[in-house]
């Protein structure tokens, strides 16, 4: 066969081989597409409160004019040895000391019921809040509860705290409470708003309201119309709804008619409440209480928060 024959047979050949090589390489080993990786911030672990540091934090004063900062040892502070003396305190907690998160930021907070004795028999007792900050406990804020209240229970329970006491009714004397008590308090905007309250009769029988609509956290408008029902009918079938700002500042109040088959009965309620003169993206409380025509005291309360769109 002659040279020239095999030398384009040659080049042939290499060209086809070429032409492969770069219609498909095979790569030397198999790779995976490149991963994305997300790298999640550091984060700092908050430590919970103790009940130790509870009764060894500072707490203000509430039933004193001048509500002095005051240091407690083992749930106790004392100023003054005489009783009699202007200058006599006695502070003390209370056993119930419920820790849980309050503001939905998974870090907890603290409740604590605080008695104040000044001399004398008055032994005013304060619902009051403490915060967590880098894992100590900073009083934030407090509440009166009664004159000697009688503390059967505190929780916190889905973001709220509930408080089961015995305080004084109209007709009590200083030294006996005997009206059974439910409370159910919200922390907002650093302050303790009344979400809840229920009262017994002198019968045994519970006072409570329940808003069934609209439900929590609904977006309204110019009006609203909230139902819901009552296990006693109030006085003279009259109701008050009042709304709140998250400051505590009342925007609005007016009459709510119950509809009850007799005096005393459990009865229901729906009115249509007007917002008006209330700022658009405003969050509010709008509330429904049945108040005491002898003392304007409350006997049950119930509370929905809404959105002023």
């Known amino acids: 066969m002659p040279r020239r024959y095999f030398i384009q047979l040659f080049l042939i050949l290499t ?3 070429l032409a492969c090589g770069l219609a498909s390489p095979a790569p030397s080993s198999p790779t995976a597409d490149p991963v994305q990786l997300t790298v999640p911030a550091p984060t700092v672990s908050t430590p919970s409160l103790t009940v ?3 009764k060894n934090a500072q707490y203000q004063l509430g039933a004193r004019d001048d509500h002095a900062v005051v240091q407690l040892t083992d749930g106790q502070y004392q100023e003054g040895t005489d009783a009699t003396t202007l200058d006599y305190a006695h502070i003390q907690l209370a056993d119930f000391i419920p820790i849980g998160d309050l ?13 104040e004795n000044y001399g004398g028999t008055g032994n005013f007792g304060s619902l009051a809040i403490y915060i967590n900050v880098n894992g100590s406990p900073v009083f934030l804020t407090s509440t009166m509860i009664d004159d000697r209240p009688k503390i059967n229970n505190l929780t916190i329970e889905n973001g709220e705290i509930n408080l089961d006491a015995i305080v004084h009714g109209l007709q009590d004397p200083g030294c006996c409470p005997a009206l059974p008590t439910t409370r159910r308090y919200a922390l907002v905007n650093n302050r ?11 019968g045994g029988a519970k006072r409570k ?3 069934m609509s609209p439900a929590d ?4 408008t110019e009006s609203v119309q909230v139902s819901g029902t009552v296990s ?5 079938n009259n109701l008050t709804y ?11 109040v007016g009459p709510v008619t119950v509809t009850a088959p007799d005096l005393g009965a459990p009865g229901t309620f729906s009115e249509l409440i007007p917002l008006a003169g209330i700022p658009a993206d405003t969050t509010v409380y709008l509330t429904i209480q049945d108040l005491s025509a002898a003392d304007g005291s409350i006997l049950a309360l119930d509370s929905v928060k809404l959105f002023v769109k």
């Open 103 to 115: 503001t939905g930021d998974g870090v907890n907070e603290a409740a604590v019921v605080v008695f």
């Open 242 to 252: 009042a709304i709140y700002d998250e400051a505590g500042n009342e925007l609005a």
């Open 15 to 17: 060209l086809a081989t």
């Open 192 to 202: 303790l708003q009344l979400t809840n309250y229920t009262t017994v009769t002198p």
């Open 209 to 211: 309201i329940e808003i």
């Open 232 to 236: 006693i009918a109030p006085f003279e």
């Open 217 to 220: 956290g609904t977006e309204v």
């Open 52 to 54: 130790d540091q509870l």
